[in-house]
C-alpha cells in the first residue's frame, strides 16, 4: 500500500531536496535554468462569470519539508470552482486564494526533505483545498494515494473529489452496510455516480433521483437500481412515493433546500440523511415532528475545510477501500467531457449547463 513505501526513497529524496534547498537559497539563476520558476494556471482575476477565468504565466510553488512538487496532468472542475468564481466561496486557508482546483492526478517532480513515501515519477492524485488547475502544485505527502496502473491521466483525475466524499459520506458516515436501501438525490452528477458505484459495491440497493429521465437510465450502467425523474420542487408527497417499495436508511442529498424535507419523508426509522451539496437552496422548512418520530439522523459535510489530520484520514481510508476496486475493475471514473487547460471557460460553462454526466476534466499538461 502506498502509505507503507519503505524508507528506500529517503535517500532519493534527500538528494532531490537538497537540490531544491539550494536552489532556494542562493542560485536562483541556476534555479531557473534547471526546473523554472514559473508556470501556467488558471486564475480568477474577479468575480464573475466565466470571462473572469484567465490562463496566466504564475510563480510555480515550491514544496516543504513535508511536501511533494506535483507535475499536474489532469485535473477536473466541481461545483466549488464555480462559487469561487463567482466570489462565493473563497479558498481555505493556505491554498492558493484565486487559482482553483480541488482534485489532480500527476506525476512527482520533486520531495521536500522529509517526504518518505514517494519519488520521482511516481503517479499520484489527491485532493487539495485550491490551486489544481496549474501545472504544478504541492501537497503534504500523507494527502496523496497511487494511482492504480489501469487508469490514465484523465480517469485518475476524475476520481477523488467524486470518490472520496461519497465513500466518506456513505460507508464511512452512514456507516452504509450490505442490503440497505440508500437514496441519491442528483445521481447523475459526479458524487452521485460515484455514491451508486460504492452502493453497488457494498451490495446495497440504491435508487437514484434526477431531473433528467436519461442520466437515470445511464445510471444503471453504475449498478443504480432505479430512479425517479424529479420536475419542480419535491414534496412530501413525493417523499412518501420514493419510499413506496421500502424506506431509506440512508439518503445522500445533493440538492437540499425543498429535497431535505421530503427526504425525511423517505427515511427509515433511525435512518441517515446525510448533506453534501445545497444546489436546491440553502433554506427549507423541516418536518421536525417527524424528525422526532423517525428518530432521523442528519448529518452535514464538507471535505475541502477540513483540518490536514482529517484529510490524511480520509486519503488513506480511500487508498485502503476503496483504490483496489478501480484496479480489479469494480469500480469506473465517469468522464462527461475533457477540456485543454486553454479551454477553462468553456469547461466552467458545461459543468453550469446542468447537462453533465460525471466528470468535466481539465487535460492541464501535454500527455
Ligand atoms: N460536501 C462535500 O464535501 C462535497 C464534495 C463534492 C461535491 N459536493 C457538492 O455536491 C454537489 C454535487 O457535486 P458534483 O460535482 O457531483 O455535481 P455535478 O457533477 O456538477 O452534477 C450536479 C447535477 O445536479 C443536478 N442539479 C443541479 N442543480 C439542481 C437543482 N437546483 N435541483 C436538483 N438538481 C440539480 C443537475 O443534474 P440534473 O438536474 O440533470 O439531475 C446537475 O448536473 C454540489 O453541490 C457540490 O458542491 C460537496
Redesign the pocket.
Known sequence: MFWQKNKQFDTFCHTRTARIVTLLTGHRDTAKKMSGTEMRAAKIVQPGGVEVLQVLKVAKPQPEASDVLVRVRSSAL???DILQRRGKYPAPRGAHPDIPGMEFAGEVEACGSLVSLWKTGDRVMGLIGGGAHAEYLVAHERTLAEIPANLSWEEAAAIP??FI?AHDALWIQAGLRPNQRVLI??V?????LAAAQLAHAMNALSIGT???AD?LARARKYGLNSGFE?SGNPTAEDGQRWAASGAFDVILD??G?P?TNASLHALAPKGCIIL?????GTRGELDLGLMLGRRAHMVG????SRPLEEKISVTLSFAREVLPLFARGILRPVIDSEFDLSDIRRAHDR?ES???F??VILRVAKQ
Open positions: 466541481n461545483r466549488a473529489e467524486a466524499t438525490h442528483a447523475g452528477s459526479g458524487v452521485g434526477s431531473r433528467t442520466k424529479v445533493l440538492v433546500g429535497y453534501i451539496g445545497t444546489m436546491g459535510t464538507v471535505l475541502r459543468m446542468n447537462e453533465t460525471g466528470k
